[in-house]
C-alpha cells in the first residue's frame, strides 16, 4: 500500500506562479542536476512514450524558474524522458518556486513513495542531502519519512566497492545480499562472498551465514516436483526478493497460496515494512 505523495510535496512548495500549467518548450525543460534516479527502464520509457503520443502528458511537470524563459525539472523525469521519446515539442508545466534543496527532497520523496529508485541511488541522495545541505542523519530521515535507523543503514551500503554497488543497481543481487556482505570485514573476503552470490545464485540466508564464517549446508537433493517449478512463479518470487532486499518463498497452489518473507533483524523488518507503506507506532 503506497502512501499518498501530497503531503511529502507540498510541504517544500510555494503557491504556483502560473495556473492553469502552461505549455513550454520540452527544451526549456532541463533536468534536475540532483536527480537521485539515474536507471529508467528502457522498455517502460517506450510505452509511456506511446501513451503520450495518444493521449498527451495527462499529469504536468513540476518546475521552477531559473532566469532566460528556462526552468529545472522538480518532479515528472520519466515524463520528460518520454515526452522527447515521443518527439512532443511542448509539455505541460507547472511553475513553483523552490530552493536547490528542497527541489532535491522533492525528487527523493517522490521516487522512494513510488519505488521507482534503487537503493544505492536512495543512498547517494541520503549522502547528498547530507554532505551539500548540512544535515544529520535524523534531519534526513525526518525529510523523507524513513526511521534514523533505515536511512543509516542505506548508507552504509556506500561502503561497499563500486562493481558490488553496480551489481545492486542492475538486480544481479539484492539489498539483503548487500547488507550481508557489510558483515565481511576483509575486503578480499567480501569480495570472494560476493563472487559466490552471482555464481552459485547464493539466497541472502546463506550469504549472512557465510559472512558470519559459518559453513554453508549440503544442499538436499531437489524433488521432482521442485525441479519442475513454474517458471512464472520463479520469476515473481526473483522479483519480489529483488523489491523486499529479502529471500522470498511463493507457494502457490491451484486455488489458494502463501507468500513467504525471510528477514534476521529488526532493521531488516522494519526496511519490509516500510516497502509495504506501515509505519509501526
Do not use: W
Amino acid at each position: 500500500m503506497r502512501r499518498a505523495l501530497g503531503k511529502g510535496l507540498t510541504q517544500f512548495l510555494d503557491e504556483p506562479l502560473e495556473a492553469p500549467p502552461a505549455d513550454v518548450a520540452v527544451e526549456a525543460v532541463q533536468p534536475n542536476p540532483r536527480q537521485p534516479r539515474r536507471h529508467f527502464d528502457e522498455e517502460a520509457l517506450a510505452e509511456l512514450a506511446a501513451s503520450i503520443r495518444e493521449h498527451g502528458v495527462l499529469q504536468p511537470l513540476v518546475v521552477r524558474p531559473v532566469g532566460d524563459e528556462r526552468f529545472e525539472l522538480i518532479a515528472g523525469e520519466r515524463r520528460l524522458r518520454a515526452a522527447k521519446l515521443a518527439g512532443l515539442k511542448t509539455v505541460p508545466v507547472s511553475v513553483r518556486t523552490a530552493s536547490a534543496q528542497a527541489s532535491l527532497e522533492i525528487a527523493l520523496i517522490e521516487n522512494v513513495q513510488r519505488e521507482d529508485i534503487n537503493p544505492i541511488e536512495c543512498a547517494e541522495a541520503y549522502r547528498m542531502l547530507a554532505e551539500e545541505f548540512g544535515l544529520n542523519q535524523d534531519q534526513v530521515a525526518a525529510k523523507v519519512g524513513k526511521s534514523r535507523a533505515a536511512v543509516s543503514n542505506t548508507l552504509r551500503l556506500l561502503k561497499l566497492s563500486e562493481d558490488v554497488q553496480a551489481a545492486v543497481q542492475d538486480g544481479r543481487i539484492t539489498e539483503g545480499h548487500a547488507r550481508a556482505l557489510l558483515m565481511v570485514d576483509s575486503p578480499v573476503r567480501q569480495r570472494a562472498l560476493f563472487e559466490r552470490i552471482v555464481a552459485e545464485g547464493l539466497s541472502v540466508r546463506e550469504t549472512e551465514r557465510l559472512a558470519r564464517g559459518e559453513a554453508r549446508p549440503p544442499q538436499a537433493p531437489k524433488s521432482a516436483e521442485e525441479r519442475r517449478e513454474d517458471p512464472n512463479v520463479v520469476r515473481i518470487q526473483s522479483r519480489l526478493s529483488e523489491h523486499f532486499g529479502a529471500k522470498v518463498k511463493v507457494d502457490h497452489g491451484r486455488n489458494r497460496g502463501r507468500i513467504s518473507i525471510e528477514y534476521f533483524s529488526e532493521d531488516e523488518l522494519e526496511g519490509i515494512l516500510e516497502k509495504m507503506g506501515l509505519v509501526l507506532g
